[in-house]
Protein backbone atom coordinates (compact mmCIF):
# COMPACT_ATOMS: atom_id res chain seq x y z
CA UNK A 1 0.00 0.00 0.00
CA UNK A 2 2.89 2.46 0.54
CA UNK A 3 4.03 2.59 -2.56
CA UNK A 4 0.86 3.90 -4.14
CA UNK A 5 0.71 6.76 -2.01
CA UNK A 6 4.17 7.62 -2.32
CA UNK A 7 4.24 7.28 -6.37
CA UNK A 8 0.75 9.44 -6.39
CA UNK A 9 2.47 11.64 -3.68
CA UNK A 10 5.41 12.07 -5.58
CA UNK A 11 3.33 12.87 -8.90
CA UNK A 12 1.64 15.28 -7.37
CA UNK A 13 4.39 16.89 -6.20
CA UNK A 14 5.91 16.49 -9.50
CA UNK A 15 2.99 18.33 -11.19
CA UNK A 16 3.19 20.86 -8.22
CA UNK A 17 6.68 21.76 -9.04
CA UNK A 18 5.64 22.58 -12.68
CA UNK A 19 3.43 24.85 -11.92
CA UNK A 20 4.73 26.70 -9.33
CA UNK A 21 8.77 26.80 -10.47
CA UNK A 22 8.35 25.33 -14.21
CA UNK A 23 10.33 26.26 -17.27
CA UNK A 24 10.45 29.78 -18.56
CA UNK A 25 12.56 29.12 -21.49
CA UNK A 26 10.36 25.39 -22.54
CA UNK A 27 14.07 23.48 -22.71
CA UNK A 28 14.15 22.09 -19.58
CA UNK A 29 13.93 18.13 -20.06
CA UNK A 30 12.11 17.25 -17.11
CA UNK A 31 9.75 20.39 -15.96
CA UNK A 32 8.87 21.54 -19.76
CA UNK A 33 6.19 19.46 -19.75
CA UNK A 34 3.44 18.88 -16.94
CA UNK A 35 3.52 15.14 -18.09
CA UNK A 36 7.05 14.87 -17.52
CA UNK A 37 7.43 16.74 -14.47
CA UNK A 38 4.56 14.62 -12.59
CA UNK A 39 6.25 11.28 -14.79
CA UNK A 40 9.38 11.89 -12.67
CA UNK A 41 7.57 12.84 -9.21
CA UNK A 42 6.08 9.21 -9.50
CA UNK A 43 9.25 7.42 -10.10
CA UNK A 44 10.98 9.07 -7.45
CA UNK A 45 7.92 8.66 -5.15
CA UNK A 46 8.05 4.81 -6.02
CA UNK A 47 11.65 4.22 -5.28
CA UNK A 48 10.82 6.22 -2.36
CA UNK A 49 8.02 3.76 -1.28
CA UNK A 50 9.73 0.28 -2.07
CA UNK A 51 12.42 0.61 0.26
CA UNK A 52 13.17 -2.39 2.41
Do not use: D
Not at 20 to 45: D, E, F, K, Q
Amino acid sequence: MTPVLTTLAGAGLGYGYYRLVGCSTGTCPITARWWTSALYGALMGWMLGNQP
